[in-house]
């Protein structure tokens, strides 16, 4: 059963229509340029209901722009522009969808093995240029593939796996707190990094995969 959204004088009949909608604002717009007044409402009508609306206001809103992340470069997001003159970016995602204390942890987890999947892409294309996608039998190359965790050693069930070794919760694992124009969440324990790391660097077995060889063909050996 889906449920209505509704932001001040906005209401959706899903989270689904109300995101396309803020995304809609957001690609009318070229990245650094100022938001008109009329979407300018609608995003302070936003930021009331965004779960860490107060640390988001700081001194009060000046105005909106659309900028991309700093640290890639890939993903275009608001931005507030405080009237002391700091900004912070802000998600529609997360207003609409509030507050996800597991996604967070997990987000944490797979950024806390960024460096062991991207040695692995490294090592794999060492020797050659082009690999064959086990489903599709399309090739693959370094500026197109996905990697994923062999089933049935997923990332879910090797995080699982390790929680359980090392007797914890998921909501035990120490991660980064809110702050302005955090992209993303990292785990701050030393201890559990380091466990994770290399459970994860001894039990993984990662593969390539087209795009979409990954994105259907091997969601299907998950179910």
Known sequence: MTKAVVIASLAFRTKKAAKDFFR????????????????????????AIHPEAEMKLGSGISH???ERDAEFGTTRHFVIHRIDGSKTDVSFHSAIDGRNERRDRLEALRRA??????????????????????FRGV??????????????????????QWLNAEGLRLADLQITPPADNQIVTEMTDCTQLQSWLEFHREHAKLRLLSPLGNLSDARLTKS
Do not use: M, N, W
């Not at 070229?30 to 008109?36: F, L, M, Q, T, W």
């Not at 093995?113 to 996608?133: G, N, Y």
């Not at 090739?139 to 699982?160: G, R």
């Open 24 to 47: 809609d604002i957001r690609d009318r717009y070229k990245d650094g340029e100022r938001i008109a007044l009329e979407d300018d409402g609608y995003l302070r009508d936003l930021i």
């Open 64 to 66: 909106f722009s659309v």
């Open 113 to 134: 093995i960024e460096q062991q999947i991207l040695d692995f892409r490294t090592s794999a294309f060492a020797s050659c240029d082009t690999l064959t996608c086990p």
């Open 139 to 160: 090739a693959i190359t370094e500026t197109s593939y996905h990697i994923d965790h062999e089933p049935p050693k997923t990332f879910v069930t090797l995080v699982k």
